[in-house]
């Protein structure tokens, strides 16, 4: 069974770096691509990135946050940094794990993101 | 941008009773690349459906998917008392976005 573990900081100051680190447990890295997911309080959801095993990224182009992740295929772990944050990065973060477009398992269009974390709470404020 | 919108906002319903969920993207999703989420309170995300119909892995086949291009629809037949939630979609076709959400609750 494949466990997310997101970790990092509670609170974070404005205009510092918030970064998040989630840890994959009971399976592999590679093969899948690797989201970060936030959700404001009361408000829907907002991706945010994703990386591959290979270590491509890929960003939500609507951030006003500049946003770095990165992997570490040895720790099966990767990274979310968020720079000079504000008021407005205030969420709870969710890493989850994103499926192969094609599901050869099936024959059938796969995609999604079937596992995730359970969340983690940021908030921006001094 | 995929701009994504769902209809309605809430929906009211019994035990029993059955759910359509409506999810317009504008442009079009390609592929089939839409999947759909239940989510309840302090609770992250459930894949219920990709690939427009493919239910994914565990849920019950109460649960369907359909639809293609602009339209697609989350249908629940037989509602139970753990359908009772928020329902997200999402596509993947273009980047990533989500929908806004449709509330189901308890009539």
């Known amino acids: 069974q494949v466990l997310l573990q997101e970790s990092g900081p509670g609170l974070v100051e404005p205009s510092e770096t918030l970064t998040l680190i989630c840890s994959v447990s009971g399976g592999t890295i590679s093969g899948y691509n690797w989201n970060w997911i936030r959700q404001p309080p009361g408000k829907g959801l907002q991706w945010i990135g994703r990386i591959y095993y290979s270590g491509t990224t890929n960003y939500n182009p609507s951030l006003k946050s500049p946003v770095t992740m990165s992997v570490d295929t040895s720790k099966k772990q990767f990274s979310l940094k968020l720079n000079s944050v504000t008021a407005a990065d205030t969420a709870v973060y969710y890493c989850?794990?994103?499926?192969?477009?094609?599901?050869?398992?099936?024959?059938?269009?796969?995609?999604?993101?079937?596992?995730w974390g359970q969340g983690t709470s940021v908030i921006v404020s001094s | 941008e995929i701009v994504l919108t769902q209809s309605p906002g809430t929906l009211s319903l019994s035990p029993g009773e059955s759910a359509t969920l409506s999810c317009r993207a504008s442009?079009?999703?390609?592929?089939?690349?839409l999947a759909w989420y239940q989510q309840k309170p302090g609770q992250a995300p459930r894949l219920l459906i990709s690939g427009a119909s493919s239910r994914a892995s565990g849920i019950p086949d109460r649960f369907s998917g359909s639809g293609s291009g602009t339209d697609f629809t989350l249908s629940i037949s037989r509602l139970e008392p753990e359908d009772f939630a928020v329902y997200y979609c999402?596509?993947?076709?273009?980047?990533?976005?989500f929908g806004p959400g449709t509330k189901v609750d308890i009539k």
């Open positions: 989850a794990r994103g499926l192969p477009l094609y599901d050869f398992s099936t024959s059938s269009t796969g995609g999604g993101m079937d596992v």
């Open positions: 999402q596509q993947y076709s273009s980047s990533v976005t």
């Open positions: 442009p079009s999703v390609s592929n089939n690349y």
